[in-house]
């Protein structure tokens, strides 16, 4: 069971995180958070690893939507969106909403997660559209 909306695309990893954060912002979500796992392992551990980006992304709107179904929904929230090295090319993977929210158990946040999936497919194949090698998504 795949858990992510995903694409390997071919282009350098700072533009491709441009073009993400622009993705999701077209589709009505910010990016609250970002977390470099590159430097935090480096600093932490003192581990080397390819280049790994962590985007917390929220859109208000479906967020509060979701909060007022279900307050503890907040433990679940932002939705990740990620960016990282692997084997010469950068794969791009969001969240799969509908996988996330089934944990809750609540019908009522269905449509929330079909709306989010929705936007966030659409990220991925922009994406995946926006650089000329194109990229597997699945």
Known sequence: ???TITTT???QFDDVVA?????????GFGV????????????????????YQILGACNP???HQGLAEEPALGALLP?????YEADDAVVVSAVDPQRLL?????????????DVYERFERVIT???ERFPSGGESR
């Open 1 to 3: 069971m795949t858990y």
């Open 9 to 11: 695309i071919d282009a």
């Open 19 to 27: 073009e993400v954060t622009t993705a999701l912002e077209d589709e």
């Open 32 to 51: 609250l958070s970002t977390i470099d796992l590159q430097t935090t392992l480096k600093e932490k551990l003192d581990v080397e690893i390819d280049q």
């Open 61 to 63: 709107a479906l967020a």
């Open 79 to 83: 939705c990740n969106v990620i960016v």
């Open 102 to 114: 089934d944990v809750t158990d609540n019908p009522q946040l269905e449509a929330i997660a079909t």
């Open 126 to 128: 922009t994406i995946a």
